[in-house]
């Protein structure tokens, strides 16, 4: 709903050009001509159709972004149907439980429409209002049009039926029907009102630079508590699952979710009452969203404002001669230093290894001794710090054709690779020392550190000889956006997909050679990790040189695609 989009007039990703302010124009892709001051009656119905018709303009001309919205209305219908009949068979189970367990998850929905949306912010021009500053409309009519045009969708549709699934599996008689139909739509009603205040709220800090690093941070923080539940089971904490989620929707229980679950499920007179609550609740929260619409709509954009220049000479560039070598290890610092994009990947990699370095200690009879538990989190580690090589020149994108002005040569490319490297390794290496120490402490055996580190530095090299050949190979575009959750351009979702699991699976294989006499208890070995680690990555980087300096124009037409 790109503001540049709503200026056009009966186009595909238009049709509503009688908001621009001009004398006359067309609203809805009617050809019926209005003056201005009918343009400002437009209602909730011309948000919707114009929705719609942005959906169906995307995806013209694209047969993978229209694969994928077939597979994404193909999930949202399974999602739908799962759900509501998940909710319906609570029917079958104790009263007590099964409400329980509508309240856990009337909770989660809520709480996944506050989050899901941040993490799309970038990507849907409906989350930011500033696309629609320049129009002359009263904050209340954006307001509910851009309610009316977040309710527009398979999603929104698939998560309001399987809501309706607890009226099936809860409500008593005619009368309860009634109320529970009343409380999922007030339930739905909230999650709207709640995402899009979250959303408007922070649309200017999500703007900047440090809104997107701390949302990164944050989505990662979300994962992390997703793996709560694998934890609580896997420590030994959740010996009685049924006293746990008794005791969580105990917790829950006047929280917005938790009425509506206990007035779906209750009925009568206190169920009127919660009802009520809800109401106002979302009455409240929707006149706090008005007023952060009306608040973002005249405040100017950060991510316009100037911003302090540091000194430009990091810490390589200091140690190491000047040259190529140094020119792209700074560079790649500063991309690892500033781009979010990058940075959810090395936030990710850490976090998914000490997830399952706890769960591997919490439940030691999974593994057969202390060498794994010490040993297996620094090299998990390591293997996933080397995806983040396997598209070196992505990050580039169409600003690698300057490589052609100074790269004549293999032998320039392999340098070039080579400060790719050496900038991940001054970032990982670090890292998995820490990670080696914390898994030998979690492992109660600190003296196995040394060989955990080691060991892990050596199948960073291994990851590393992978990833310059697979940036050859298989490059493909990094888009340019404000989310940093995008992996790949449209379209290239499968070379992406191709290029993590081929390149994790090729350097776990290449690997092997070093961990398994470790892990076999002979920790002596890990003294030839490291120089393997710098034997493979060294081949890689020669082998990759060569074949880059042959396909440059391949790899420019795939890391500079439009996205």
């Not at 989050?115 to 696309?131: E, N, Y």
């Not at 952060?292 to 560039?317: P, Q």
């Not at 040259?323 to 959810?344: C, F, I, Q, S, W």
Request: hydrophobic share 55%; aromatic share 6%.
């Amino acid at each position: 709903m790109a503001g540049r989009d709503l200026g056009v007039n009966g186009g595909a990703d238009g049709g509503m050009s009688g908001m621009s302010g001009t004398g006359t124009g067309t609203v809805g892709g009617d050809d019926r001509p209005v003056r201005t001051t009918d343009a400002v009656r437009v209602g909730p119905g011309v948000f919707v159709r114009l929705k719609l018709r942005l959906v169906a303009g995307g995806l013209r001309g694209s047969g993978a972004r229209l694969a994928g919205f077939v597979f994404s209305v193909i999930a949202a219908v399974v999602v739908a149907g799962f759900g509501f009949f998940l909710l319906a068979a609570l029917r079958a189970a104790p009263a007590d439980t099964a409400r329980d367990v509508t309240t856990v998850l009337f909770t989660m929905q809520l709480i996944g429409w506050a989050v899901v949306p941040l993490l799309a912010f970038g990507l849907d021009d409906t989350l930011d209002p500033s696309r629609l500053a320049l129009f002359p409309l009263r904050t209340g009519q954006l307001a509910t049009g851009m309610f009316a045009a977040s309710i527009t969708g398979v999603w929104p549709l698939a998560t309001l039926v399987a809501a309706f699934g607890a009226v099936a599996g809860l409500a008593t008689g005619a009368g309860g029907a009634v109320v529970g139909a009343v409380a999922v739509l007030l339930q739905f009603a909230l999650c709207i009102v709640l995402s899009r205040l979250v959303t408007t709220a922070l649309s200017g800090v999500l703007r900047t630079r440090r809104g997107r690093d701390v949302l990164a941070v944050s989505a990662i923080f979300v994962v992390l508590v997703a793996q709560l539940p694998n934890l609580l089971v896997n420590g030994g904490l959740a010996a009685d699952p049924l006293a746990m989620l008794g005791a969580l929707a105990s917790a829950l229980r006047w929280t917005p979710s938790g009425m509506a679950a206990h007035a779906v499920a209750d009925g009568g007179p206190a169920a009127l009452a919660e009802l009520a609550v809800l109401a106002v609740l979302v009455l409240v929260i929707g006149r706090l969203w008005i007023a952060a619409l009306r608040r973002a709509l005249v405040t100017a954009d950060a991510s316009t404002e100037a911003s302090t220049v540091r000194s430009s000479r990091g810490l390589l560039a200091r140690v190491l001669p000047d040259g190529p070598l140094a020119a792209v290890a700074t560079k790649e610092l500063k991309y690892a230093r500033r781009d979010p994009r990058g940075r959810v990947g090395w936030f990710a990699a850490i976090v998914v290894t000490g997830i399952m370095a706890f769960t591997m200690n919490g439940d030691g009879r999974a593994v057969p001794s202390l060498a794994v538990l010490a040993i297996a989190p620094g090299c998990i580690g390591a293997l996933m710090i080397a995806l983040q090589s396997i598209n070196l020149f992505g990050i580039d994108g169409r600003s690698l054709w300057m490589n052609s002005v100074a790269y004549g040569s293999a032998r320039d490319w392999r340098t070039d690779i080579a400060g790719r490297h050496l900038a991940v390794a001054t970032i990982a290496v670090p890292l998995l020392t820490v990670l080696a120490v914390v898994a030998a402490l979690l492992a109660g055996e600190l003296p196995w550190a040394v060989p955990a580190a080691l060991t892990a530095w050596g199948v960073l090299g291994a990851g590393l000889g992978v990833g310059a050949l697979t940036s050859v190979l298989i490059p493909y575009t990094v888009p340019e956006r404000l989310n940093a959750f995008t992996g790949a351009a449209p379209g290239q979702g499968g070379v992406a997909f191709a290029a993590s699991f081929g390149g994790l699976i090729a350097g776990g294989v290449l690997s092997l050679p070093i961990v398994l006499p470790v892990l076999l208890a002979s920790p002596w070995f890990c003294v030839l990790a490291v120089p393997y680690g710098l034997l493979v990555s060294w081949g890689g980087r020669r082998l990759a040189g060569g074949l880059a300096f042959g396909r440059y124009p391949e790899i420019l037409a795939a890391t500079s695609r439009a996205n």
